[in-house]
């Protein structure tokens, strides 16, 4: 929600002057009672129409709720209304992202992003898969949304949050509508844009294309390291690998042609990145299931941390819900008695245990997203060709509203592969007709992504929830079909499992790394790969499964899942440690993993410095602490500022006097790789700096990145290289998504909470990310929440999120978690009623009205 003052804010507050002082006499209206008065009622009874029997709400002093009740319907009709009372405003914004509707709350200044989000349909695909749903799945959506209105009919406005009261500033017009069941699946259709990751690449790699020949592409794009882990190294199938080679079936100079167009895309990208935070690798994960053959109890431990960009409040919202007859028998009209992790929006538990089996996720990285070059008629700009015929395109009519000013009409076009990007981005609408491609004086770009069809991934979710063994765990599992998660399970009875689930496309030609033509069928989907087939696994020899978005199989897998796989850094880490001890595993040991802070590249790089020596001391002195350091990227660590401050320099030094600014090296994962590679090529061009008569070599481009890093710290820290630490640099600003962007210093004060030094980075097990194109280290993806489960006793597992439970500014529960998950402290997953009502700080009543 980027500067909003240079939209809505603006035109209403032209004068500076009078924005301050409305802004004063606003912000010091707001008393203790305005902000106090969206605070949830936690006990006492309130009375919901709707409700068949007493519902119990018992909550911590973490305000983390216990829900329990005799049914289904009302288990989740109590969860929608809690949900409302502590996060509404997080579920409205949500859902209008997902609906394409920003506009409609924020003005003229978010149209081009409602543009682009109503060409991807999600609304209308949300109406489709409602229809689709199984009866259960329904009734509970029905019964979650009844919930969340039965909380909006008493509150209104500043009541529903503080957020409102200065929406009032913007939009006075603005009210919320009721809640419908589309709005729970539009949160998945979000979501699974969030975790897709290869659009971006694709584009990058078209348009670096322009500059430099395959190899060099190729250079910056490198494949899985052979020497790192692999999820599933045993997994076979008895076809044999016959995969599709990569094929770049637009010739360069027509993929040169397109790259105006394609930049154009990548802006779109970029402005709902504004709002959802970088997507791509960037939304990593780790998680790790350990049999109990290792570990002290002899039942299996499941840890999870989901990586996802920094925000107030946190994406996840910690809930337990129990029907009260699971205690004698599992009952069909309510067979819940789960907890862990959910979505303000969604009914059930995304992530966690029941009585039977625990999960944990991280996004597969899984290629579902294809870009097709279109020939369109020109002589009818609704018609495209097809095997040598025009086809008509269907045509989607769409009116979007705009906050206090009038509709504004779009039309989406549709090819057979998918949306048209052309009538979002007009630069797409025509390539250069010297463009080498046959017959070519109009195209377009069309999107195929599997997202776009409709999918049962919230039945997945409750199936999930109820599952009381592998078996039932995979079914769930086989309707998880979007935005395709890496699934690992323990059970009680001291299982450990994987599954990989998703719909992954199987490509007729070419392996998704560039864009195709669409005019022929030479390209198309073939299918999806069998569930039955997608990499699987029951208790692996080894004793442990880890996943952190690494490759999950190797090449003697017959399928393509990715080319772009994270390359295993963080794997290659939590694996070092689980096998690093004689001794059986710990909660501690878990813990001490998930917290390590232990640089990889480091660890490779830094020995570089043992053959380089330096005649100024102040560079010496530097070149000592790298040496005698131990890589771990502690808040109070010297040799760690020194380092990352390096790092940046030397990507700096050697990227950016070739590439072009909007893909200046981010310091990921993948330029590890790079430079991994680079370094064994001391005189590879890539060292040489172009912009120099010399022709430099991998020697002086670390001498001069060092000696730049040494020369940064002390003008912005100080001369002592002991005062140069880690923490100084690297550190977490928790902004609300919409009024902490406004750009108008009064609002953001009131909803963004800030700054603290932290640790790690993007590619440590605790992975909180910096970009190295970004002028400063602040972080921009955490692990937004921690899950350690012990299968032994669920009483002794243990959970903490980014922020707190509560989306209500000044509300104690707002900030309460930042310190402990800050310093890698945990609160307990109660489970179990005794465990619960000792807990209990407060317990809320839900009566039938």
């Not at 500076?16 to 969206?38: C, D, E, H, N, Q």
């Not at 119990?56 to 809690?82: C, M, T």
């Not at 599997?450 to 769930?476: D, G, H, M, V, Y």
């Not at 998880?480 to 496309?505: E, S």
């Amino acid at each position: 929600m980027n500067n909003l003052r240079k939209g809505r804010l603006g035109a209403v507050f032209k004068n500076i002057g009078i924005l301050i002082l409305v802004l004063s006499v606003t912000l010091m209206g707001l008393t203790a009672y305005t902000l106090r008065k969206s605070f949830p009622q936690e006990s006492g009874i309130i009375t919901i129409p709707g409700l068949e029997n007493q519902v119990k709400v018992i909550r911590d002093e973490w305000g983390i709720p216990q829900i329990y009740a005799n049914s289904s319907h009302d288990l989740f009709l109590a969860q929608g209304y809690v949900h409302a009372q502590d996060r509404f405003w997080q579920m409205d914004f949500w859902r209008h992202i997902g609906a394409g509707r920003l506009s409609e709350m924020f003005g003229e200044s978010q149209l081009d992003k409602d543009k682009f989000l109503r060409t991807m349909g999600w609304e209308k695909l949300a109406l489709q898969e409602l229809e689709i749903l199984d009866v259960s799945t329904k009734a509970n959506l029905q019964a979650y949304a009844e919930g969340v209105n039965a909380y909006l009919a008493n509150h209104q406005g500043s009541a529903l949050s503080l957020e409102y009261a200065v929406l009032k500033l913007l939009n006075r017009e603005y009210r919320p509508e009721l809640w419908q069941p589309i709005h729970s699946i539009l949160w998945g259709k979000v979501m699974a844009y969030d975790l897709s990751t290869n659009l971006g690449d694709e584009i990058e790699r078209t348009i670096l294309l322009k500059s430099f020949p395959k190899q060099q592409v190729d250079e910056l794009f490198p494949l899985y390291p052979d020497d790192f882990p692999v999820i599933l190294p045993q997994f076979k199938l008895a076809k044999k690998a016959d995969k599709t080679k990569e094929d770049i079936s637009l010739n360069v100079s027509t993929l040169k042609d397109i790259t105006p167009s394609l930049k154009s895309i990548a802006s779109n990208i970029t402005g709902i990145e504004e709002i959802l935070g970088t997507t791509g690798k960037n939304v990593g994960s780790n998680s790790w299931a350990i049999s109990g053959k290792r570990t002290a109890t002899g039942k299996p431990i499941i840890a999870d941390d989901p990586h996802l960009a920094v925000q107030m409040p946190s994406i996840w919202y910690e809930t337990g819900l129990h029907c009260n007859s699971y205690k004698n028998s599992i009952n069909n009209n309510c067979p819940y008695n789960v907890t862990g992790f959910t979505f303000a929006g969604v009914p059930g538990v995304i992530v966690g245990h029941n009585n039977r089996i625990a999960w944990g996720v991280t996004n597969v990285m899984s290629d579902t997203m294809d870009l097709y070059v279109e020939k369109i008629n020109p002589e009818n700009p609704n018609q495209y060709e097809l095997n040598g015929k025009w086809v008509d395109m269907q045509l989607v009519e769409e009116e979007i509203q705009v906050a206090s000013e009038e509709p504004v009409n779009q039309t989406v076009r549709y090819t057979k592969h998918g949306p048209i990007l052309s009538d979002v981005l007009p630069k797409l609408q025509k390539f250069d007709r010297s463009s080498s491609v046959q017959t070519p004086k109009n195209y377009a770009v069309s999107l195929r992504w599997t997202a776009l069809k409709p999918s049962k991934l919230i039945t997945a979710i409750q199936e999930i929830n109820r599952a009381q063994n592998w078996q039932e765990f995979r079914t769930a599992a086989s309707k998880f079909d979007i935005a395709a998660q890496n699934l690992v399970y323990a059970d009680v009875d001291g299982n450990i499992g994987y599954q990989m689930p998703g719909k992954t496309p199987i490509r007729e030609k070419g392996d998704g790394r560039y864009p195709v033509p669409g005019w022929n069928n030479q390209y198309e989907w073939q299918g999806y790969i069998d569930f039955e087939e997608l990499p699987h696994s029951l208790n692996p020899t080894k004793g442990y499964i880890v996943t952190a978005n690494n490759a999950v199989v190797d090449d003697n897998y017959p399928y393509v899942i990715t080319k772009d796989w994270v390359h295993g850094y963080r794997a290659k880490r939590i694996e070092e440690m689980i096998k690093g001890t004689n001794q059986p595993l710990t909660l501690t040991d878990v813990e001490l993993i998930q917290g390590d802070t232990l640089d990889l590249n480091a660890r490779y790089l830094v020995p570089i410095f043992e053959s380089i020596n330096f005649n100024d001391s102040r560079i010496e002195n530097a070149r000592q602490l790298l040496l005698n350091w131990d890589f771990q990227l502690n808040i109070e660590s010297p040799a760690s500022a020194i380092f990352q401050t390096f790092w940046k320099k030397l990507l700096t030094l050697t990227f950016h006097d070739e590439l072009p600014e909007d893909y200046y090296p981010d310091g990921s994962d993948r330029w590890y790789a790079v430079i991994r590679n680079l370094v064994t090529q001391p005189d590879n061009l890539w060292w040489d700096n172009r912009n120099t008569s010399e022709v430099e070599n991998r020697d002086e481009i670390f001498k001069l990145a060092l000696t730049n890093a040494v020369n940064e710290l002390e003008s912005t820290l100080a001369k002592n290289p002991q005062k140069w630490t880690w923490g100084k640099l690297h550190k977490i600003n928790f902004r609300n998504p919409t009024l902490g962007k406004s750009g108008v210093a009064a609002i953001e004060k009131l909803f963004n909470r800030g700054t603290y030094p932290t640790s790690g980075n993007g590619e440590t097990v605790n992975a909180n990310r910096w970009k190295a194109n970004q002028s400063s280290f602040e972080v921009t993806h955490i692990p937004s929440m921690r899950m350690i489960v012990d299968l032994a006793k669920f009483d002794s597992s243990q959970t903490i999120h980014s922020t707190g439970q509560s989306g209500h500014a000044f509300n104690r529960h707002y900030t309460d978690m930042i310190e402990p998950w800050r310093n890698i402290k945990y609160h307990s997953m109660l489970w179990g009623d005794e465990k619960i009502d000792e807990n209990a700080e407060s317990t809320l009543f839900l009566m039938p009205g």
